[in-house]
């Protein structure tokens, strides 16, 4: 489930929506106010900016290496700031200036910590796999694009075409960032299981055991009934506000 939800798109139909001051989202709930809106544009200006030094970074090192294999170590310290960064969106809901739920944020949000730390960083061997520039790529393309579309909406200035790659490029990223995941988690277990990283074995004074091997396999397994449910209502999401958007440019 977690590498279902981490690559999903976020805001409204997704778990992180973010709305213009005044506005109204699709639950009839008041945007933030002002101060709360210059906050939001800051917060969104700064992680689109960081989502952008991710980009070049990986574009840099492509260009000087010639060679897309262990991309992810020019970009790694960056990734791990502003991915670890997006924890302060759990609290924007928590605090009302946000109007999304604090579980699905939160879900969505330690789902990408969890990955990049309890996979990523801990298991080193997996850094220089082609699954996490997968997902690397896809994330980065998805966080440039949402927070673009977020300030912009703050602004009440949202160009269409943000609009438009926002609710059409998952069609590719979303497949793009759960493959990169779970082959990620996948060549991660034979590290984990010969490490016993993680896990907690008996006998122990607390009589409590945990296999982090086994739930590594868990999280894989719940990804299949979940990816397929979020990708098409994701798709529905699409055609609704994006014909919404159409009628809206006849009418004006």
Not at 17 to 27: F, L, P, S, Y
Not at 55 to 79: C, D, M, T
Not at 101 to 126: D, P
Request: hydrophobic letters at 45%; glycine letters at 6%; a positive charge.
């Amino acid at each position: 489930m977690a590498a279902a939800v981490t690559a999903a798109p976020k805001g409204n139909g997704g778990s992180r929506g973010q709305v213009g001051a005044g506005e109204a989202d699709c639950t009839g709930t008041k945007g933030p106010g002002p101060l709360a809106t210059a906050y939001l544009v800051i917060y969104n200006v700064v992680m689109t900016a960081g989502w952008l030094v991710i980009a070049v970074g990986l574009v840099r090192a492509y260009l000087a290496e010639g060679s897309y294999h262990s991309l992810y170590y020019s970009i790694e310290k960056p990734l791990k700031f502003f991915q670890t960064g997006a924890l302060l969106e759990i609290l924007h809901c928590a605090v009302g200036i946000v109007p999304s739920s604090v579980v699905l944020t939160s879900f969505q949000v330690m789902s990408r910590v969890f990955l990049i730390w309890a996979v990523t960083h801990s298991v080193k061997e997996v850094q220089s796999e082609d699954s996490v520039l997968l997902f690397v790529i896809a994330w980065t393309i998805t966080e440039i694009i949402c927070y673009f579309f977020y300030t912009f909406s703050l602004l009440n200035h949202l160009p269409y075409l943000i609009k438009w790659a926002r609710y059409t490029l998952f069609i590719v990223l979303y497949p793009m960032g759960v493959s990169g995941e779970l082959l990620t988690i996948y060549s991660a277990l034979p590290f984990v299981r010969q490490a016993g990283l993680y896990s907690i074995s008996l006998p122990n004074k607390y009589n409590f055991s945990f296999d982090y091997h086994a739930f590594l396999i868990l999280v894989m397994i719940s990804c299949i009934p979940v990816f397929p449910q979020l990708y098409f209502h994701m798709i529905h999401q699409r055609r609704k506000i994006l014909s919404h958007t159409e009628e809206h440019k006849k009418f004006e």
